[in-house]
């Protein structure tokens, strides 16, 4: 499997760090979103990450100037339509990613994978938004937050999709030094399974945003569980938004089993319009 052009729809905290990692890799790239402010805004992190990694001599200038030179922002219609892989990053919403499956359908060349980085929806149940002949390419790709660190790519097969897809998709993976790992089609996939509890549990614990009491919840899960984030920290970083519509996805997927139910805390906070660190708001601010 020989990936070179990347198309990455959606550049909010995941489409940057993905389209970013990608161009690490020496793809080119291809960043979409509907909003114009939040693409200038992923290009601009981009590259002060891009500069602070030449500071630290984790990359040479030269890299650097080669990458920015592999690196586009543009609108949907502008992309190249010959395009290896493209992946949707966009907002958790089953009707919004399949209205949006429809359109790169038709959009991109039949050889063209499209992949989702979805955290929760099932992609038997989005391929159905596709054609019958691209049902072999299409496939779940999740990546971690942040994507430029997290080694971890869950790489999920739905029922139509290519098995020998897969298995390319994860030795290309191996060979970019990423740890990927094959996942059935189930609600939450792995990780996004496990990890409700570890949302869910605190949020209990604390009940209220009580700032002191979570503070303690993070203090003691780094230092006695020896994980780097504590909950609250990481669904900080997660997004609220994000975080909330998954735990809702995957409650729904597993018939509202009382283990995986959101809590009143986390719907408030959407309400509330406090997203974590991507607007400075969460249970924590960030000024
Ligand atoms: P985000 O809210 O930071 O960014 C979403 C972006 O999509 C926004 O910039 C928005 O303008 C754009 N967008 C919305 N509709 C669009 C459309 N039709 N076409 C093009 N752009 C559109 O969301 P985030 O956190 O990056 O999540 C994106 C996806 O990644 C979701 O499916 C989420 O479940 C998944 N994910 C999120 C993780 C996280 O830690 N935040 C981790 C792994 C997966």
Known sequence: MNLQRIVVIGAGTMGSGIAQWFAQQMCSVELVDTSEEQLKKALAGIHSSWDKLVEKEKLTS?????????FEIKTLDQVSKNTDLVIEAIIEN????????????AYFSPHTIIASNTSSFPI??????????????FIGLHFFNPATIMKLVEVIKGQET?????????????????????????????????????????LRIVETDDEVKMKEVD??????????????????????DVNYSV????????NKEARFAPHALQKQMVEEKRFGRKNKRGFYKYD
Do not use: H
């Open 62 to 70: 030269c890299q650097v100037n080669q990458m920015k030179k592999l």
């Open 94 to 105: 089953l009707e919004i990613k399949k209205e949006l499956f429809k359109k790169l359908d």
């Open 124 to 137: 038997s149940e989005m391929a159905t938004a596709v054609s019958p002949e691209r049902k072999s390419r």
């Open 162 to 202: 290519d098995s020998k897809l897969c298995e390319d998709l994860y030795q290309w993976f191996d060979s970019k030094e990423k740890k990927p790992a094959l996942s059935k089609d189930s609600p939450g996939f792995i990780v996004n399974r496990v990890a409700r509890n570890f949302y869910g549990e605190p």
């Open 219 to 240: 203090r003691i899960l780094k230092e006695v569980g020896g994980f780097k984030m504590g909950p609250f920290e990481l669904m900080d970083l997660i997004g609220i």
């Open 247 to 254: 735990t809702c996805s995957v409650w729904e997927a597993y």
